[in-house]
T-cell receptor, first 115, second 113 residues
């Protein structure tokens, strides 16, 4: 079935640095990628939707300049957390519509800790 | 009001019990409904899609009630391995005209011996 490969799975970075998270669709083309953030014991909150060949659509309250999204090709979407702060520490996960009409395929998630 | 609402639980049940979760959604234009399972610190995995006529997969039964805007998941003969968070996902129309997957906060299930 469709697989989305997400890297890194875990990252610890210093406050003020930037972190890039990659999601690659394997064996299928993902023209759309959804980026979510999940805080402990809370639901996945959609941050933005990236579309290959056009600008990402950000949800209300999500800073475009802080969370840079690039959908470079039909198989790669990246999220860069710029000037990370401890409050950005969270579980970030990407998801693409699967190859069938139903369901979504998720990356394995990235646990970001900013110290 | 949140677009997709679930009782967070936890539901604490003994092995072999039958347990049911409900999920309500606010946007009547929503299409496509799913139940996902998420284990601690892992990504969500599709458990089953929910069809208008209701559908069953082994011990799991999903139902959709469009008039009342809720979906349900029934788990029969609970196993210890069923312990997880169950996420309700609804494809809702966005302001841009496309549909996006919207998640409930999840219902925690703990099955004990």
């Amino acid at each position: 079935g469709a697989v989305v490969s997400q890297h890194p799975s875990r990252v610890i970075c210093k406050s003020g640095t930037s972190v890039k998270i990659e999601c690659r669709s394997l064996d299928f083309q993902a023209t759309t990628m959804f980026w979510y953030r999940q805080f402990p014991k809370q639901s996945l909150m959609l941050m933005a939707t990236s579309n290959e060949g056009s600008k990402a659509t950000y949800e209300q309250g999500v800073e475009k300049d802080k969370f840079l999204i690039n959908h470079a090709s039909l198989t790669l979407s990246t999220l860069t957390v710029t000037s990370a702060h401890p409050e950005d520490s969270s579980f970030y996960i990407c998801s693409a519509p699967g190859t069938s009409s139903y369901g979504y395929t998720f990356g394995s998630g990235t646990r970001l800790t900013v110290v | 009001r949140k677009e997709v609402e679930q009782d967070p639980g936890p539901f604490n049940v003994p092995e072999g019990a039958t347990v049911a979760f409900n999920c309500t959604y606010s946007n009547s234009a929503s299409q496509s409904f799913f139940w996902y399972r998420q284990d601690c610190r892992k990504e969500p995995k599709l458990l089953m899609s929910v069809y208008s006529s209701g559908n069953e997969d082994g011990r799991f039964t999903a139902q959709l009630n469009r008039a009342s805007q809720y979906i349900s998941l029934l788990i029969r003969d609970s196993k210890l391995s069923d312990s997880a968070t169950y996420l309700c996902v609804v494809r809702t129309p966005s302001s841009g005209g496309s549909y996006i997957p919207t998640f409930g906060r999840g219902t925690s299930l703990i099955v004990h011996p």
